[in-house]
Nanobody
Framework: QVQLVESGGGLVQPGVSLRLSCTASGVISSIKMMGWYRQTPGKERELVARITTSDEITNYGDSVKGRFTISRDNAKDTVYLQMNSLEPEDTAVYYC?????????????WGQGTQVAVSS
């Protein structure tokens, strides 16, 4: 089995920074992509950022471009999301997502989510 465990969420004031981490564990042969999505009540889950593990190609959601940076540590099977200049609109549950091969083909996995709240 594969697990994605997120950490780093919390309550912060507008304008500050926060860093999320997500580590994959379990039976892992290779990881093709890791990323972050977020969701607020009543809305669909949306892409925040994702990164391929082999060539570091990144994609960002339009609302976070220029403020958020995704990075990964392949040796630790970990992906990070550096969030700067946080806004109240960034308040959401942030979910880690990854395409992982455990030996029988790539499957998509989700973490349990970590809450980020931006409020004064």
């Amino acid at each position: 089995q594969v697990q994605l465990v997120e950490s780093g969420g919390g309550l912060v004031q507008p304008g500050v920074s926060l860093r999320l981490s997500c580590t994959a564990s379990g039976v892992i042969s290779s990881i093709k992509m890791m990323g972050w999505y977020r969701q607020t009540p009543g809305k669909e889950r949306e892409l925040v950022a994702r990164i391929t593990t082999s060539d570091e190609i990144t994609n960002y959601g339009d609302s976070v471009k220029g403020r958020f940076t995704i990075s990964r540590d392949n040796a630790k099977d970990t992906v990070y999301l550096q969030m700067n200049s946080l806004e109240p609109e960034d308040t959401a549950v942030y979910y880690c997502n990854a395409d992982i091969n455990s030996g029988w083909g790539f499957q998509n996995y989700w973490g349990q989510g970590t809450q980020v709240a931006v409020s004064s």
